[in-house]
């Protein structure tokens, strides 16, 4: 019996066929390849510019979050220190209120 499914076989490539075959895909694939690098290199360079950006932003934006804080803080201090000087010139008018009280026994 003969077997149902004939199989076929493509005709063989020539040598220089083949080796013309090879040089041009290793070719593409290299070329694709540089390709690939540069797009790469190209989105390095451009995150490379954004962190530095953000990174100065950073510096500024905490910069002026310190200057902001010294700026509260003395405002604080200047409300508080009437407050303080009210409070001492008592703490002052107690001591000596009890000196005398002391002195008069």
């Known amino acids: 019996m003969?077997?149902?499914?004939?199989?076929?076989?493509?005709p063989a490539a020539s040598p220089t066929t083949q080796a013309s075959?090879?040089?041009r895909v290793?070719?593409?694939s290299l070329e694709q390849a540089l390709i690939d690098?540069?797009?790469a290199n190209?989105?390095?360079?451009?995150?490379?510019?954004?962190?530095?950006?953000?990174?100065?932003?950073?510096?500024?934006?905490?910069?002026?979050?310190?200057?902001?804080r010294?700026?509260?803080n003395s405002?604080?201090?200047?409300?508080a220190a009437p407050k303080l000087a009210v409070e001492a010139g008592a703490h002052q008018a107690l001591r000596v209120a009890r000196a005398v009280k002391r002195r008069l026994r």
């Open 75 to 79: 405002s604080l201090a200047r409300r």
């Open 26 to 28: 290793d070719g593409l």
């Open 42 to 68: 190209a989105r390095v360079v451009d995150l490379t510019h954004r962190l530095t950006d953000l990174n100065r932003e950073l510096l500024e934006l905490r910069s002026e979050h310190e200057r902001l």
């Open 37 to 39: 690098f540069e797009v």
């Open 21 to 23: 075959f090879t040089e």
């Open 2 to 10: 003969t077997d149902p499914v004939e199989t076929t076989t493509a």
């Open 70 to 72: 010294i700026a509260h």
